[in-house]
């Protein structure tokens, strides 16, 4: 991890003390930025991308080299897809507005997205982020069950608003977490034994539980993402989870399934998360890869659970559900379904992770390969004995890799784990790819 | 105001018990809505709207009749407005991404926007919704500060997020204020003194800020909405917000100037409602007119504040200033100068209210005539010498004005005046048509 000039610890940072190293071009624009946008702004990488346009898993920089995008998950079906751009170029020629209106494109979108879930979550509120679904959903826990305990994973990530921010420990010790807050250790499938692991995340769930009780707290929520990618990805055995969805259910607290990461289908074995696990949430929260891009999140719920919430407040959110924002999801439904990219991710993915099995054969700094589809994590460790999370070389060949064009990523409460998770229409050739830039950056820095 | 069903009343709201009057095919559509979207979903009018396209200052429904928008402060430019649909279209198909690459369009936009600005607000942060933005704003206030109460006033709208949601006292009963929320009558120009009602402002403001000192908790921030709109709107004498921002400064805590309202020419005689006053706030919120309908807000702000919070955490909104939403944004900047829409608000806001002050020669339940630019509000009363504020009268007119096909709503604790605040593109002619069309409601209604 790279330390920002004065401020909390970043993977993959920028390092604004090495601003001199840049070229003056690239110089000269992050010190516009840094004097108009201010120093909580963090850049990716040494040596930062400028960027000018993009395409399908492809972003150029404003000289026309091509970066391989293994990273984002925004884009889902790919940069600048054809169809979402003509649904938006379509739709903010016609109108843009807000839901106290009646529009049917809304209503629409609603319906083919609650469809992809099971009947019992069965209604949606739209709003522009993950960070205002999370704060919704945290808020209609709260109302619904009176209580207020939050129970959280050890290095989560939800948000940015001052209640998901609170819940969120992976911001640091700067942003102190909430008084009902409280965090458990995620599962770790390379460290913990795969056939506890769920009763022993279950065990501390409920030890959080107890204490809430002992506080005189009531439970309001366990809230995670279904891969727990900000911990460091989790996706196997499928069913783990349950244990602990059960232990919060019989507190009387409701489980929340965070989607932002895992959703729409980038795990190849389901459209959601949770339903690899044969979970059923109570609230799920969804985000970055509704839109492709245009600002489009929600929560997805039980009806008594929004009935109640309405009996107390209305809910408007000026810019949540526009016609514009929803027709570039609703191509992405459309784009997901016919360009069998769920299916896509399935096989790329195994072809990838299968790929870097056989490179963990030639470095033994390679402690695990874990994931789902085209969500993967590869661990460096110091010795596979020790087990020991090995930060400094992932970020290392993180920077390996972007010299070669090559975008991608680290993650964990150590930062030791390169996160792959690119686009879904991610091709063997894009895999291939992969494989080969990786291989040579290990050969590198190692 | 109406009563939803179950739920909290608001100011002009479709009254679901009321469905069975509709048309057939806007009953199925409504209830599809409600099925999937759920209760606390709410519509405007009697009869609701249900739009299909929009141009200008005219929304369009699925018949093709025309309604007259003289309410909605999105659209500043004008609905579907050709350069920011071009703007739009154009980036959609290059590229969308986030702030942690560098692209230059997201420093273009922000150096234009703080230009803006007087000297010492020179930095701005980026987010997709104004309720992000205020929730960002506490979020810095009560950091840099290190202080916890905030002054709001008495029927104030802040937004959705938990953070802004309590401190938005127009919810009503059922969203509690936060426990270090404290409400304030705001000024009324027609029932207050002029001469004296800033210092009355300023007192109740010192009284709060003694009252949390009692509880021992130091004031973070005095926010209010520099027009007061939800309170009923009140903007003369200039200069009336001084002695509240003087107060809150003494005391150790920030000016926190909510523009989501006012901001960008609204008022005619400046850019930000702030303006008109000669007041500098140490935090501005920005909001819904900024992209034209595109999701985009942000927070401007010293670099000081921003830059001690920058100490504590980093801040990233995959969302916020990306290039979509920024190149909608800089059009808007384009539009209001080379239309001069600041100097047409002026103009036309100044017919307009010329006009009502004469209608209200007339009408004897019109109580007050105020406003500045194209934000205005006229309030009615049961008789001029109680000045009792006659909310029933406000929502049969703004009814029969949208049988009328001009689109308007009311504001205000007792939702007793109208709120006039169309597209800035408004002429003399479509002042005219609500002239015109006011006169003959009120002659209906009374």
């Known amino acids: 991890m790279n330390e920002h000039a004065g401020g909390p610890p970043m993977i993959n940072a920028f390092d604004v003390a090495k601003l001199g190293l840049l070229p003056e071009a690239t110089q000269a624009l992050i010190r516009r930025r840094q004097r108009v946008m201010g120093a909580s702004y963090r850049l990716f990488y040494e040596e930062p991308v400028h960027l000018d346009r993009a395409e399908g898993v492809w972003l150029f920089d404003l000289e026309g080299t091509r970066y ?39 209503v629409d979108y609603a319906e083919r997205l609650v ?40 290095n989560a990530y939800h948000g940015v608003t001052a209640a998901a921010a609170e819940a969120s420990p992976s911001l640091g010790a700067g942003v102190p977490l909430g008084p009902y807050v409280r965090t458990v250790r995620a599962p770790d499938s390379y460290r913990d034994n795969p056939a506890t692991m769920g009763e022993e995340f279950a065990a501390r769930v409920q030890a959080e539980i107890a204490d809430f009780r002992r506080h005189g707290v009531a439970p309001a929520a366990l ?21 602990a969805v059960a232990a919060i259910r019989a507190a009387g607290g409701l489980f929340i399934a965070d989607e932002v990461q895992p959703g729409f289908a980038r795990t190849g074995s389901a459209m959601w998360g949770f339903q690899r696990h044969r979970a059923e949430p109570d609230l799920v929260v969804l985000g970055k890869p509704m839109g492709n891009g245009m600002p489009v999140a929600g929560v997805v719920g039980r ?24 027709a570039a999801a609703m191509a992405v439904l459309d784009v997901l379904r016919d360009e069998a990219l769920m299916q896509n991710a399935a096989t790329v993915g195994a072809y990838l992770r299968a790929g870097l099995i056989d490179l963990a054969r030639r470095f033994e700094q390679i402690g695990d390969v874990r994931g789902d589809g085209l969500f993967i994590a590869l661990e460096f460790v110091r010795d596979r004995a020790s087990q020991t999370p090995d930060g400094r070389l992932a970020s290392s060949v993180v920077n390996a890799m972007r010299r070669r064009h090559v975008l991608i990523s680290a993650s964990g ?13 991610f091709a063997i050739e894009h895999a291939d790819l992969v494989l080969d830039a990786l291989a040579a950056s290990l050969e590198e820095v190692i």
Request: proline fraction near 7%.
């Open 68 to 106: 391989l995008d293994v990273y984002n998950n925004v884009p889902c079906v790919g940069h600048c897809h054809p169809r979402v751009v003509a649904a938006v170029r379509e739709q903010v020629g016609r109108l843009n507005t807000h839901t106290r209106y009646l529009t049917d494109l809304v």
């Open 413 to 425: 409460i150590h930062g030791n784990s390169l996160k792959i998770r690119p686009p879904l229409p």
């Open 223 to 243: 809230l995670f993402d279904t891969v727990f990618s900000s911990d460091g990805l989790c996706t196997h055995p499928p069913g783990f989870i349950l244990p």
């Open 115 to 154: 469809a992809t879930f099971s009947a019992g979550l069965s209604q949606v509120m739209l709003t522009c982020t993950g960070s205002e679904a999370i704060d919704l959903a945290l808020r209609i826990a709260r109302l619904t069950t009176g209580g207020l305990g939050v129970i959280v994973t050890g």
């Open 303 to 326: 009806p008594a659970l929004f009935d109640e919430f309405a009996t107390r407040t209305r809910y408007f959110n000026t810019f949540g559900g526009n016609p514009v924002s929803c």
